[in-house]
């Protein structure tokens, strides 16, 4: 799952609770549930690919196990390195002294894995922040508007809840968030 698209999809759906303010709601299982059928969704042109050129030939006999591993690795790590940082792929090659290779298909797992997991985090982190922030405005509007009401024993997040659940559903937050997940692996 870690070099999948599946990292970036629950971080982001996490956040996107955390936003909301309901810690429960919706539950983990659902989150993840989600995340699997999103990342299958957008893995699947790697797996067909995958499947193409390693998996059939292997069932055909026509190549080895070993060949059909080599061949799978390369549209998975195809993939990795589109949503990989540059500077992040710089950084692993700085801990080895070794030169960054010209092509993209020059580049090891050993490196592309790490590299594109700490761009999938920051990614994730980015679009987590753009989630947060108008639930981050409701908070704050409700806690001032009952601050000025002199009602400092209520709790905001009590009365802010409704209203952010409210502004999610009115402005479509499962389609938009789940559009925008997708899209941004295209």
């Avoid at 609770?17 to 993840?32: A, F, N």
């Avoid at 059909?68 to 998975?76: S, T």
């Amino acid at each position: 799952l870690s070099v999948t698209s599946f990292v970036r999809i629950v971080v982001v759906l996490s956040l996107l609770r955390q936003g909301l303010g309901s810690m429960q709601s919706p539950p983990s299982q659902v989150i993840v549930g989600l995340a699997l059928f999103l990342s299958a969704f957008t893995m699947a042109p790697v797996a067909e690919e995958v499947a193409e050129v390693a998996w059939q030939p292997l069932q055909r006999e026509e190549i080895t196990e070993m060949e059909a591993i080599q061949r799978g690795v390369v549209p998975v790590e195809r993939f990795m390195l589109r949503q990989t940082r540059q500077q992040d792929l710089e950084l692993f090659y700085s801990f080895t002294d070794e030169a960054l290779p010209e092509a993209p298909e020059d580049v090891p797992m050993k490196m592309a894995m790490p590299a594109f997991l700490i761009s999938e985090l920051t990614t994730a982190f980015q679009m987590g922040v753009i989630v947060i922030l108008p639930f981050l405005v409701v908070d704050l509007a409700v806690a001032s508007l009952l601050m000025s009401m002199g009602m400092m024993m209520v709790p905001p997040t009590m009365m802010s809840l409704p209203l952010k659940l409210l502004l999610f559903v009115l402005v479509d937050g499962w389609n938009l968030l789940a559009g925008s997940l997708v899209r941004s692996f295209a």
